[in-house]
């Protein structure tokens, strides 16, 4: 097994406490009940992203109808160069209709090569998916998708 540089070790635990103090925030959230509003989802992520984000930037794909809500895909981009200077350190996704509003968090670094990330949502009704995505000049982006759901995904 060969040695691991300083550099490499130290942005393994930097990347590891940033995702467990995101993981930490969404289940802090998560805990104080069931029953999420689009404003939940607003102090959510608020709470994750510290400032007023501004629309653009941020494209989310998902289908227009989703004909089970089991597993809806959804993918986040973010247009960024991904460069030292100038790139995404976070990306938030939340859906506003889900009991647990907070999907998901993801940090990422000029490693990561661009600012794009898929994952699949169950979503039990029709609800929109807000994403919010951290710059590392602390501006912060978001966008917005509404997604029709026909048959419930948590248990309809």
């Not at 940033?18 to 009940?33: D, E, I, K, N």
């Not at 930037?57 to 160069?81: D, F, K, M």
């Not at 951290?134 to 966008?143: I, Y």
């Given at each position: 097994?060969?040695?691991?540089?300083?550099?490499?070790?130290?942005?393994?635990?930097?990347?590891?406490?940033?995702?467990?103090?995101?993981?930490?925030?969404?289940?802090?959230?998560?805990?104080?009940?069931?029953?999420?509003?689009?404003?939940a989802a607003k102090?959510?992520?608020?709470?994750?992203?510290?400032?007023?984000?501004?629309?653009?930037?941020?494209?989310?794909?998902?289908?227009?109808?989703?004909?089970?809500?089991?597993?809806?895909?959804?993918?986040?981009?973010?247009?960024?160069?991904?460069?030292?200077?100038?790139?995404?350190?976070?990306?938030?996704?939340?859906?506003?209709?889900?009991?647990?509003?907070?999907?998901a968090s993801f940090?990422?670094?000029?490693?990561?090569?661009?600012?794009?990330?898929?994952?699949?949502?169950?979503?039990?009704?029709?609800?929109?998916?807000?994403?919010?995505?951290?710059?590392?000049d602390g501006s912060?982006?978001?966008?917005?998708?509404?997604?029709?759901?026909?048959?419930?995904?948590?248990?309809?």
């Amino acid at each position: 097994m060969e040695p691991t540089s300083p550099v490499i070790a130290r942005r393994r635990v930097l990347v590891g406490v940033a995702g467990a103090g995101a993981v930490g925030l969404l289940t802090q959230f998560a805990a104080r009940g069931a029953g999420a509003t689009p404003e939940a989802a607003k102090a959510l992520l608020q709470t994750l992203a510290k400032g007023e984000p501004k629309e653009g930037r941020i494209a989310i794909r998902a289908p227009e109808i989703a004909e089970n809500g089991n597993a809806v895909p959804v993918t986040v981009a973010v247009e960024s160069p991904m460069t030292d200077k100038d790139h995404v350190t976070a990306i938030h996704v939340v859906a506003d209709g889900n009991p647990n509003p907070g999907v998901a968090s993801f940090t990422l670094t000029p490693l990561s090569g661009k600012a794009e990330v898929q994952i699949r949502v169950r979503m039990a009704s029709t609800q929109k998916i807000v994403a919010v995505a951290q710059m590392s000049d602390g501006s912060l982006w978001t966008a917005t998708r509404e997604v029709k759901v026909t048959i419930g995904g948590c248990g309809g």
